[in-house]
């Protein structure tokens, strides 16, 4: 009964690692969102974005300003984690020109009504009244797309609206607590509108290597734990000197490994040549899958080296 214990007690521990296995994110094509999405080229330039209502929505204006008007450039950022649709300095660079206006709003809707009942017909009525009481925080955000290349502009609208409603025996949230959770659904909105990526977890297996030499054998190790502390650029450079060491097909995966983590797919797949598994071969369709969408969209993204 107790190694029984023992035994469900194991399983029921999530994302457990086994000693050659690596803890990473796994990233995948959102097809449908990339199909359905107003921007039908990687390169676009904003050109307004305004409050067209009473009260300003600092965050999201902020929220357009990080994700919108700015291009992340730091080459030790993997292309998988950046957005494909890049923003450009002039209008004549653009192949999407974009404006926008937004209305933000949130307060207490109140309103009484009055009934009026008889009691028999011609009696008097009585008067008796009803009221209702409604907290909300609520954005509507339009954005217009016209394209230099002639096709049909179009709108496209976010509208986000968080309410709650006095009655007996629900919860009532109060309006400062509905603004925070608006604000949780803005950051998600806006900032993931132009990424068509979805993530999860996943785990990959780390080959097991048979290294004569002792030093080589403990740059393995540190491989490996590299690796599952998320280390990838550090892992990367590693796992080439081994290879060089040692040009055997294990250290080949292995380093091929190293570059699928950063995002490199076409350096992954020549290291991986050397001994394919079918997990990797699976792994491997749907990362150039997303590359070549990427290349479709006009992106064409700068790949991670280890020098």
Known sequence: MMKRLLFLLMLSVPALCAPG?????????DAEKLQNSPFKSSAYFLQSFENAGDTPD????????????????????????????????????????????????????????????SVSAGSPTIPYFTSEKTNYADLMVILNFSYTDGSPAVSDTLHLRKESVLKPGKSYFKVDQLVKQLEDETRSAIGGYRFFVDRKTALLN??????????????????????????????????????????????SVALGMCYELVGNFPKAQEYYAAK???????????????????????????FIEFQ
């Open 276 to 302: 394919p598994d079918f997990h990797i071969k699976v792994r491997m369709k749907k990362n150039m899958e997303m590359l070549e969408a990427a290349q479709r969209l006009g992106y064409h993204p700068e």
């Open 58 to 117: 600092p965050l999201l204006e902020q929220m357009i300003d990080r994700y919108w008007r700015q291009q992340v450039d730091d080459p030790q950022i993997s292309w998988l984690v950046r957005s494909w649709c890049c923003p450009v300095e002039t209008e004549s660079e653009a192949a999407v020109l974009i404006s926008g206006s937004y209305v933000y709003s949130y307060g207490t809707d109140a309103h009484e009504t009055v009934y009026r009942e």
């Open 21 to 29: 296995q690596i803890r990473m994110t796994s990233y995948s094509l």
């Open 206 to 251: 780390l080959p097991s290597v048979k290294i004569k030499d002792k030093a080589l054998r403990e740059d393995y190790k540190s491989l490996k734990s590299l690796l599952q502390e998320g280390e990838y650029m550090e892992a990367g450079k590693l796992a080439r000197k081994l290879y060089q060491a040692e040009q055997i097909p294990e250290l």
